[in-house]
């Protein structure tokens, strides 16, 4: 089982990541990127990268011919498959074997055991271990599925039998809404993992999702890590990690690991897996599914445990014992993580892709980020919108908490829309705070009518940031011992600037006093700048008395910065009120980011309905439904099924009222 030469199956911050460990262990690593990864990061920090296809993920990161290909191309003898993708596909683990590769992961019947959530269900209620009451039976036909819906009651969930990640997946409050929302996740299902497959559970309200991490050798040696709490979820997509859970005491957790370690051994497992359960306010967990493969947030688990589970991967792939039993094992400290997701968190975190134009990580004592961008990145519209992850390690939970507020407040990413603002919000709030979090907690104190995720409208001192920084570019940017254009030595010029932040325009008086220092009037409010010291996208200054440094960056004639943990993108320009020429934004259907178009469900003269879906568009591997502004009749419809179209593309148009 030696192997000298790995090829990662992945890309993003997971191949960055498996790259970093294994060439301390002194492997050659082989990257695979599709035309749209061409540039990345991973593929710079490999030794070599072989291209597996265009930019669709089933045209290359899903392609395991491709993928085969290019290993014996660059004479990988192993794979690491990483997360998502084929990490949990039997087959691509049995061509690997086939292929005479090394699959450093489980055995292919561990895979197919747990790849299925209906099997792996039916498995553990065999082997008595608590499940939540539901249907994983093989009628999928809708009168089975409705008349099943009816005897387990309401709530339920409706869970994609294949794959994970939230997607295929949704909570149903009445009947009304099941037969809508089995077509939505069969719809986002197959797209996703090829298997239209559901099952169904009865939804179990106000509990935490707790799972186990395991780990398996060859030599029928199996433990558990302790546990993660993954509760605070939005679309049912983690975005908060800690270890441990602020609700699993040590009699809980090892009930639960024994939990967890059954099963993996019931199913022969090897190599690092994650049993996940649901657990109610009563202590009661029900297995919920096994992933068999590394978790996104296993790095909290190494921060409290000390170990690289990325090096016991490769040293159980070739064939090496675990380096410790069970009652070795001891959890330090507290650690959390926050997944950084490119998404607007003020349009119902909507995805988000474009380029960067500042990325300034943090990595100090107590933190780290993983992540996979080089400066000046460009986010896809194929892929996860996950960008990085920050992860911090405390004595106790409130020191963990309180270094992963400040290195989040602390990361710059300059140049498109992300959720840095609301995971800070997220970590500082009350219930959070306490360690209350369900898997509705964001639903509840994050909902679309909360204040709390509305954008602030930009201040006093944004707007004076704003207005100084454009002064100084209108004045070539000159050195502070320059001059600046508006002064003179001779007297002082006020200079007004008409600066447009988000369709709002705003009137900014600015008088500079010397080339570094500047009076700011918005209204009747007057600031003091003075510059202390500016340099490549970085700006120190004092506002009143009060010195703070601000990241910035020009993209043509726009500034972009950030006030207060929200970006901001600003242009100087005139105040022109908008045209009728425009249009009637209700009648108009336009693409929300790039995106490929899944299905069309009306014609040009179908009458429709307000809030009646007409499109479903698919991107970053999530399905967008567009709905009717206004009731009318549909006047065009531009687009097709399998169609990739642009931000803000006119997919659809409805015919003039009057």
Not at 326 to 337: P, R
Not at 497 to 513: F, G, K, Q, S, Y
């Amino acid at each position: 089982m030696s192997f000298t030469n790995i090829l990662i199956a992945n890309r993003g911050e997971i191949a960055c990541r498996i790259i970093r460990t294994a060439r301390a262990m002194g492997y050659r690593m082989t990257a695979v990127f599709s035309d749209a990864d061409a540039d990345a990061r991973h593929v710079a920090l490999a030794d070599q990268a072989a291209r597996i296809g265009p930019p669709d993920v089933r045209s290359s990161y899903l392609n395991i011919d491709a993928i085969l290909a290019a290993a014996k191309k660059a004479g990988a003898d192993a794979v690491h498959p990483g997360y998502g993708f084929l990490s949990e596909n039997e087959g691509f683990a049995a061509a690997c074997e086939q292929a005479g590769l090394v699959f450093i992961g489980p055995p292919p019947a561990a895979i197919e055991a747990m790849g299925n959530k209906a099997a792996a269900k039916r498995r553990m209620i065999a082997a008595e271990v608590p499940t939540v009451p539901g249907y994983q039976g093989h009628d999928q036909s809708d009168a089975r599925l409705a008349e099943e819906a009816e005897r387990i009651g309401f709530p339920l969930m409706v869970k994609a039998a294949a794959g994970g990640g939230g997607r295929g997946m949704r909570v149903v409050g009445s009947m009304n809404e099941f037969a809508r929302a089995v077509a939505g996740a069969r719809s986002e299902a197959k797209n996703a993992f090829g298997s239209d497959e559901l099952i169904l559970e009865r939804a179990v309200i106000g509990g935490r999702h707790v799972e186990i991490q395991v780990f398996a050798d060859a030599h029928g040696n199996v433990i558990h890590l302790g546990e993660r709490d993954c509760s605070a979820q939005r679309r049912h997509q983690k975005v908060i990690e800690e270890a441990p859970s602020p609700a699993v005491d040590p009699h809980l957790r090892a009930r639960m690991g024994e939990a967890a370690v059954a099963a993996a051994k019931a199913i022969g497992y090897r190599g690092a897996g994650t049993v996940e359960f649901l657990l109610d306010a009563n202590g009661h967990f029900y297995f919920l599914e096994m992933n068999t493969r590394l978790q996104v947030e296993h790095p909290v688990t190494e921060m409290v445990t000390g170990f690289d589970l990325v090096e016991w991967q490769l040293r159980v792939a070739a064939g090496e014992k675990l380096p410790i039993s069970q009652e070795e094992l001891t959890l330090t400290g507290h650690a959390i993580e926050a997944r950084l997701y490119a998404e607007d968190p003020f349009r119902n975190f909507l995805p988000q892709s474009g380029d960067i134009l500042v990325w300034a990580p943090v990595e100090r004592d107590g933190v780290r980020t993983d992540h996979g961008l080089k400066p000046r990145a460009t986010i896809s519209p194929y892929y996860d919108p996950m960008i990085a992850k920050v992860i911090a390690h405390g004595r106790t939970r409130e020191e963990a908490r309180r270094r992963l507020i400040a290195a989040l407040q602390d990361t710059v990413v300059l140049g498109i829309q992300t959720n840095r603002r609301f995971l800070v919000d997220l970590v500082s709030h009350p219930v959070f705070v306490e360690g209350g979090t369900t898997t509705t907690f964001i639903q509840e104190a994050f909902g679309p009518k909360s204040p709390l995720v509305k954008r602030p409208a930009p201040g006093t001192e944004a707007l004076a940031i704003a207005a100084v920084l454009h002064q100084r570019r209108l004045g070539a940017a000159m050195p502070l011992d320059g001059g600046a254009r508006g002064w003179r030595s001779t007297g002082i010029t006020t200079q007004p600037l008409r600066l447009t932040i988000r369709d709002e325009h705003h009137v900014v008086d600015v008088t500079p006093h010397s080339p570094a220092a500047f009076e700011v009037a918005v209204g009747d409010a007057r600031v003091r700048v003075d510059i202390i010291e500016i340099g490549d996208n970085r700006l120190t200054m004092e506002i009143d008395g009060l010195r703070r440094t601000v990241a910035y960056a020009f993209r043509d004639a726009e500034l972009v910065f950030e006030a207060d943990g929200v970006s901001l993108v600003v242009a100087e320009t005139l105040m022109v009120p908008r045209s009728a020429a425009e249009g009637d934004g209700d009648a108009e259907l336009r693409a929300p980011m790039n995106g490929k178009i899944v299905s069309v469900l009306a014609q040009p003269g179908d009458k429709v309905a307000k809030g009646q879906r007409l499109i479903v568009l698919e991107a970053m591997k999530i399905e967008h439904e567009i709905a009717a502004g206004r009731a009318g009749t549909l006047a065009t419809v531009n687009v097709k099924p399998g169609d990739q179209v642009p931000t803000r593309h006119l997919l659809a148009s409805l015919a003039s009222e009057g």
